[in-house]
C-alpha cells in the first residue's frame, strides 16, 4: 500500500546499535479500511479509498454509515482517496479489506501530510520573517511594520488595490503541509507504530497522511539508487 492514514503521538529518541541518538516523531498508522475501489470503468480513473478512526453513529451522517457499512465496516471518522496507476494496482484491493502499518515494511523515505498549528493574525515579521525596520535614531514607533505598499498596486504599479500575492499581515498557519522524504526509521506492525525521523506538522493526536516518496532529493536519491 502506498498510503496509510494515522494520528501524531509526539516525539521520542530512538537509539540505534551503535548508540546514535535519533530524533523520532511517532505515528500511529492504521489500521485503515478500504472503503471503496475504483477502476476505469466505473469512475474513470484507478484509485481506493480509505477510512480510519472509529466514530459514533450519532457523530456521523446517514450516508456515510451506509457507505461504510456497504464494505462491512463500522462508522469511521475520516476517509481519503489515493490514487493509483493502473486498475491492476486497484484490483489487489478488496472492500472491508484491512491495511496497518506493515505496509510500509521496507520503504526507506515517506511524506507525511499534515495541517498546521494554527497561530492566528500575525504581523509581517513573524509571519513572512521580515528583519523590521531600524531601532535607531529618526526612526518612529514602528519597527515591526512591513512598510510601504506604494509601488505594489496591482502589476501595472498603479490601481485602487494591492497586488496580488503582497506579503503583509494576516492570518497565520492552520494550512495543509507537506514533509518530503522522511527517513523511516522503525515500524512496529503489531502496534502499528511507525517512527519517523525529525517533526512533522500539526499537534499531538493530529490526523496524518504518510504516502511512500513520490519524489527523492538528490543525495537521498542516490542513497536509494546506491545504497551508498
Known amino acids: 500500500m502506498s498510503a496509510l492514514l494515522g494520528r501524531k503521538l509526539g516525539m521520542t529518541r530512538y537509539y540505534t546499535e551503535e548508540g546514535k541518538n535519533i530524533p523520532v516523531t511517532v505515528i500511529e498508522a492504521g489500521p485503515c479500511v478500504v472503503t471503496q475501489v475504483k477502476t476505469t470503468d466505473t469512475d474513470g480513473y484507478a484509485a481506493v479509498q480509505l477510512a480510519w478512526g472509529d466514530v459514533r453513529p450519532r457523530r456521523s451522517t446517514m450516508p456515510l454509515i451506509g457507505h461504510d ?130 517533526p512533522v506538522p500539526g499537534p499531538n493526536q493530529g490526523l496524518l497522511m504518510l504516502q511512500v516518496s513520490r519524489r527523492l532529493n538528490k543525495q537521498k536519491g542516490r542513497i536509494a539508487r546506491t545504497g551508498k
Open 69 to 198: 457499512a456497504k464494505a462491512g465496516s463500522a462508522p469511521k471518522r475520516h476517509h481519503r482517496e489515493v490514487r493509483l496507476e493502473s486498475d491492476a494496482d486497484a484490483e489487489a484491493f478488496e472492500l472491508g479489506q484491512e491495511v496497518g502499518a506493515g505496509a510500509l515494511e521496507g520503504v526507506p523515505y515517506v511524506d507525511v501530510i499534515g495541517r498546521s498549528k494554527g497561530k492566528g493574525f500575525a504581523g509581517g515579521m513573524k509571519r513572512h520573517n521580515f528583519r523590521g525596520k531600524e531601532a535607531s535614531h529618526g526612526v518612529k514607533r514602528c519597527h515591526r511594520k512591513g512598510g510601504s505598499i506604494n509601488g505594489h498596486a496591482t502589476n501595472l504599479g498603479t490601481g485602487p488595490k494591492p497586488k496580488k500575492g503582497k506579503r503583509m499581515p494576516g492570518r497565520m498557519g492552520d494550512e495543509r503541509v507537506t514533509v518530503r522524504s522522511l527517513d523511516v526509521i522503525s515500524v512496529d506492525p503489531e502496534r502499528n507504530l511507525v517512527l519517523v525521523k525529525g
